[in-house]
DNA sequence: CGTGAAAATGTGACACTATAACGTTTCTCT
DNA sequence: AGAGAAACGTTATAGTGTCACATTTTCACG
């Protein structure tokens, strides 16, 4: 499966699922102004290219999760996630907390969600479903998270831990700082419009 | 200050603070049944030390969490503190989740906690007080955490940022999996009497 | 079809984690 | 000693996550 770097910006980590954001991605980071409708699809085409090669249901509940998360480059809580699910939804019905945990527990044994854990917070993962080691980059002024990798990690993790006597079975790395976007406008704090 | 890998045995991160658990150190990962006295003794005179230097004050509650942490090498959540300053205190008296948090807080900021953010949980530093990049090290079985460097990771990370264009402020690394001597155990789940 | 097992979701209660706001005590410095 | 700052106490509450069990939906198989 492709799960190349979103750094790659001419990769296509879906195929073609769709008109890709390359105009507007700078390194993986997402312009804020910029048109998520493809974003959407793509992640939304991934995520049930996911599902169908993986056999796993796709149903009305976890569509609803999985459009809410796709809606959005930002990690959402669960609860935030859950108050979308009220408002997105025809009846307005109120789930559980329970029912988001366990459509975002199903998510994330697929791959196609990755927790951040500094921030109790879940995000889609953009590469089509995964569950190697891929730091996560986050925007300490939008909140934008992305995933890159760091190949010298992988290279350097197994070897660390065999000198160490560890077996590693998950890691997880988490970069806070400011993305590109934010450094231009000179790292002001104010949210713009469409950088979520 | 030193802040040298744990993995470096023979390494006196407190300078001569006091007697080493050299001997029942693999590569950083406490012995199970070691005597920890030695490792307690450490970590609270570096812990003193660490505050002597920043003149921070090591108040009286403060020392009786920093005392709780360094009885441990598990990595310890909020409450878990509160309710083991409940049974140590000679009053009984239970305080307010805040304090706790306010004295977590304090340490974090001086570099000497770490919060384990995968588990809620709170850890001693081992090396003196630091707060760089230092991946830390969870065994799934016995629930003991220790911290070593990966210089890899060290070099990369500022190359790998500045091609993303991302000016990092803050890595955090979570390596979970097996303690050697948890492996050596046929990692058997079962706890071990001080592996705590 | 239909039916039975498994998967998914609903429901209500509750445990765990963390912080806000404000009052009181303790410490430090002059 | 007294003022100001830091630390801590007190009360309440927000935010995050799970348990146990009931009900509904789905799917394979006869």
Redesign the pocket.
């Known amino acids: 499966m492709a799960c190349q770097s979103v750094g790659e910006v001419d990769g296509t980590p879906y195929g073609a699922a769709g008109p890709m954001c390359s105009r507007d991605v700078s390194a993986g980071f997402p312009q804020p102004g910029h048109d998520h409708h493809p974003c959407r699809l793509r992640f939304v085409a991934g995520a049930e290219a996911v599902c169908r090669e993986k056999g796993?249901?796709l149903?009305?509940?976890?569509r609803q999760v999985l459009e809410i998360l796709a809606a959005s480059h930002r990690p959402l809580?669960?609860?935030d996630i859950l108050e979308q699910m009220v408002s997105t939804s025809p009846s307005g019905r109120r789930?559980?907390?329970?029912?988001v945990?366990?459509?975002l527990d199903?998510f994330q044994e697929l791959g196609m969600v990755h927790r951040l854990s500094s921030r109790?917070a879940f995000f889609l993962c953009s590469q089509g479903g995964h569950r190697q080691t891929m730091p996560f980059w986050l925007c300490r002024e939008c909140d934008t998270v992305t995933e890159a990798s760091l190949p010298e990690l992988e290279m350097a993790m197994p070897r660390r831990a065999a000198e160490l006597g560890f077996s590693p079975i998950s890691v997880q790395v988490e970069v806070e700082g400011v993305c590109p976007h934010c450094r231009a406008r000179g790292r002001d704090p104010v949210m713009v419009e469409g950088c979520r």
Chains 1, 2 share one sequence.
């Open positions: 796993a249901r149903t009305r509940v976890r809580g669960a609860y789930p559980a907390p329970i029912t945990y366990r459509v199903f109790n």
